[in-house]
């Protein structure tokens, strides 16, 4: 009976690799197999899932190109850092090559690094970035991920822009951006630094703001509908603008709107971040004014590429690496004139 919270995947194990390898005794032909174990902390996260969904793809088709069979164990820490700790515990028993970590709490890897270190497995930190320091505990730590201030910059941008194009936008015509701030969960980077580089994006873009007042939704589309349906009850009509640290919590601000009966053309201009499958529908339906696409997608093949070497002792001076530790794919802004590229 498997634990609960755990699915293990094998894939493809191929036959041609098995004969070759026989009788070969190089060190590099006696590795048939490898095994990835990975940790989420929470699966039901929709960025998350989605990346999730690309790694296994993307190992799926690693193991037809290479002919070695990739086994991963996937585990949902369900938002627990004891559950997660205990979850490297028993990957590191089950022998995995290497840990792929999606922390819960960024600010107590420390449990996870010295189990790690001590069996001398590497591990890839991803979505969720601990502290520099951390990070410098071991040469064989990394951090897959992205920049965070980037997100905030093109959010604050498309927000500006909106602005500055659409008389509408400024409902009272006072010549300032009225906004509500839909913020991830406390501690996390990306709330923090989006938070911050998309308000003082559309400062510095000469446009003047006022806080009407925020709310942490934890990057949940349910907890953001019921946040907003209180603003919505409080501001009204003077809401002009709903900054999301992402696209779950956008789309809830717009079940919100929604269910008040709020009619189209009073919706404030609502931004998110990520480009997720149905934030990039709401883009392409006008319903979000842009979105910044998050590439989950290149971040599960950064990790995927990254975890095979290590598991195999290649050489990763190859990969394209920040300090030999951070792989980070950039971010890109979303209209709806080029959604359908995204949506692809
Ligand atoms: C994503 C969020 C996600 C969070 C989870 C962020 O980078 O934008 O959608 O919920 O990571 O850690």
Redesign the pocket.
């Known amino acids: 009976m498997r634990k609960r919270g755990r699915t293990s995947v094998i894939f493809f194990l191929c036959m041609a690799a098995l004969l070759t390898g026989c009788g070969q005794k190089s060190a590099k032909e006696e590795i048939n197999s490898i095994k990835i174990g990975v940790t989420v902390?929470d699966q039901y996260?929709?960025?998350?899932s989605q990346l999730m969904e690309h790694f296994k793809v993307y190992a799926r088709e690693k193991s037809e190109e290479t002919g070695i069979a990739i086994n991963i164990e996937v585990y949902n820490a369900s938002a627990s850092q004891s559950a997660q700790n205990s979850q490297v515990e028993e990957m590191l028993g089950d022998g995995c090559n290497v840990i792929c970590v999606n922390l819960v709490d960024r600010t107590e890897p420390t449990t996870i690094i010295d189990m790690a270190e001590n069996q001398n497995v590497p591990v890839i930190f991803f979505?969720?970035e601990l502290v520099a320091e951390d990070l410098e505990r071991w040469n064989q730590l990394y951090y897959v991920g992205a920049k965070a201030f980037e997100s905030g910059i093109m959010e604050g941008e498309i927000a500006a822009d909106a602005f500055r194009k659409d008389p509408e936008a400024d409902k009272n015509g006072d010549g300032v951006f009225q906004y509500v701030m839909l913020e991830?969960e406390a501690g996390?980077q990306?709330a923090i630094v989006r938070t911050e580089y998309a308000v003082s994006t559309i400062v510095d873009r000469g446009i003047e703001v006022e806080k009407l007042t925020y709310a942490i939704a934890n990057?949940n589309r349910a907890q953001a509908q019921t946040k907003t349906a209180q603003i919505i009850n409080e501001y009204g009509n003077q809401i002009e603008l709903i900054l999301s640290n992402?696209d779950?919590m956008a789309l809830g601000a717009i079940d919100a709107l929604k269910a008040a009966e709020i009619d189209r053309e009073d919706w404030p201009v609502i931004v998110g971040?990520?480009g997720t499958d149905v934030g990039l529908e709401a883009v392409k339906s006008g319903e979000l004014a842009g979105t910044v696409y998050?590439d989950g997608e290149g971040q599960a093949l950064g990790m995927l590429n990254l975890a095979y070497a290590l598991s195999m002792g290649e050489d990763i001076s190859t990969l394209e690496m920040e300090e030999g530790k951070y792989i980070r794919l950039p971010y890109q802004k979303v209209m709806q004139t080029d959604v359908d590229e995204f949506l692809k």
């Open positions: 902390y996260d929709t960025f998350v979505n969720r991830g996390h990306d990057w992402n779950d971040i990520d998050n």
